[in-house]
């Protein structure tokens, strides 16, 4: 079988970029063309340099007006979120070109529609699809749980529930998440304040309409847990006392019940007053009705018996794998109803 190739562009090479720039370059469906970076220090270098893999030939560049030129099927554009993003991506689609993103905020999605009326805009400039891409949200709390929910004869209640042991898998943002700092003073100003749900709204939103029920408010509620030992982790030290867990809870309501609760459960170890999970870093999905059900989405154990945390990479990679899907799909924002069962294109290389 002939398979279609894609001409795809790559913007910006974090965590997320390189999953995805790795997958592009090794993928036969693929055909990369270019490479954004912001770091000066990758400008010049060849993609395959960035990723640990053989020369490509593409060469990376810092200049966005080169990237806007280019004659490409799409982009997976997973810029930090320092800048809003929603100029570039306008631009980028306006120029012709399809954009996969995980850069939010997620679309479509109520609280944001002067973004979503900008990018639906854009796509008909262009021609193109745009589609926001991630594991949460866009994947563990929308997809997921709605696909599970074909497993069930009645819904009381959805918890999705991310657990990730930052010792045991080291994240540069543990300081600016307020681990370490006095548990009081983070508790009056959370790192994720109490508007953060509605980044992640339309996966809320998404569950809700799949099951043909309306959201009626969204509360939130936020709790610390205290070291309780000097806590060395890869990026610093947590002293006895201060913040050494977090926990925020964000529950969607319907009928006057809560219907779809996330929760995020971010620890340091496990010695933490209270200590609320262990184990390995996961996403779990626990459907509570009639059968019961809970599923567990994780790494599987490597050799020294740990089980590694994806969701960066998986961010990345759920941009890879709709690549074919959201080129051929029709002009406008699209969201996984539109684009019904994705079929992932030259995974199988034997
Ligand atoms: N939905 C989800 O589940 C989910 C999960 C994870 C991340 N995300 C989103 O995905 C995006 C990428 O995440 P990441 O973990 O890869 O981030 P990251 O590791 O911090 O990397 C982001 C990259 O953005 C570029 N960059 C740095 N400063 C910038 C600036 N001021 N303006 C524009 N670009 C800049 C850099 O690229 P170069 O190194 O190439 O110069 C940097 O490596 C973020 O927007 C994040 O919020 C979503």
């Not at 004659?71 to 809003?84: C, I, N």
């Not at 949200?137 to 009381?156: E, H």
């Not at 010695?271 to 184990?279: A, C």
């Not at 019904?340 to 995974?347: E, F, M, N, R």
Request: one cysteine or more; aromatic letters at 8%; a negative charge.
């Amino acid at each position: 079988m002939t398979q279609k190739t894609y001409k795809v562009i790559q913007w910006a090479t974090g965590t997320v970029g390189q999953a995805a720039l790795k997958y592009f370059i090794e993928n036969p469906v693929i055909e990369l063309v270019g490479v954004l970076v912001t770091n000066p220090d990758k400008v010049g270098k060849d993609a395959g340099d960035i990723v640990g893999l053989p020369k490509t030939g593409v060469l990376c560049t810092d200049s966005e007006e080169a990237i806007l030129a280019m004659e490409a099927d799409a982009v997976l554009f997973a810029p930090s979120m320092m800048t809003p993003p929603v100029d570039m991506v306008c631009r980028l689609l306006a120029s012709g070109k399809n954009v996969i993103s995980p850069a939010g905020p997620f679309l479509p999605n109520k609280f944001f529609p002067e973004h979503a009326a900008r990018v639906e805009a854009a796509c008909k400039a262009g021609g193109v699809s745009f589609h926001s891409c991630g594991i949460h949200p866009g994947f563990a709390s929308d997809i997921l749980p709605l696909t599970l929910a074909r497993l069930m004869s009645r819904i009381d209640c959805i918890e999705v529930t991310e657990i990730i042991d930052k010792k045991r898998n080291p994240m540069i943002y543990t300081e600016i998440m307020g681990f370490g700092a006095d548990c009081d003073e983070l508790l009056a100003n959370p790192r994720r304040g109490p508007d953060t749900y509605q980044h992640f709204y339309s996966s809320m939103q998404m569950i809700a309409e799949g099951l043909g029920v309306e959201i009626e408010k969204v509360t939130t509620r936020f709790e610390v847990s205290k070291a309780t030992a000097d806590i060395v982790h890869d990026y610093g030290m947590v002293k006895k006392g201060t913040c050494g867990g977090q926990h925020y809870e964000w529950t969607a309501w319907v009928q006057g019940k809560p219907l779809i609760v996330y929760h995020f459960y971010w620890q340091l170890g496990t010695d933490l007053d209270p200590l609320w999970e262990v184990g390995e870093a996961k996403y779990r999905v626990r459907i509570h009705g009639d059968p019961p059900m809970e599923c567990h989405l994780m790494g599987q154990e490597e050799e020294d018996g740990r089980q590694p945390f994806y969701g960066i990479p998986w961010t990345g990679l759920l941009g890879c794998t709709v690549v074919p899907d959201v080129c051929e799909a029709a002009t406008g924002v699209v969201t996984h109803f539109d684009l019904g069962v994705v079929k992932p294109q030259g995974l199988v290389r034997r």
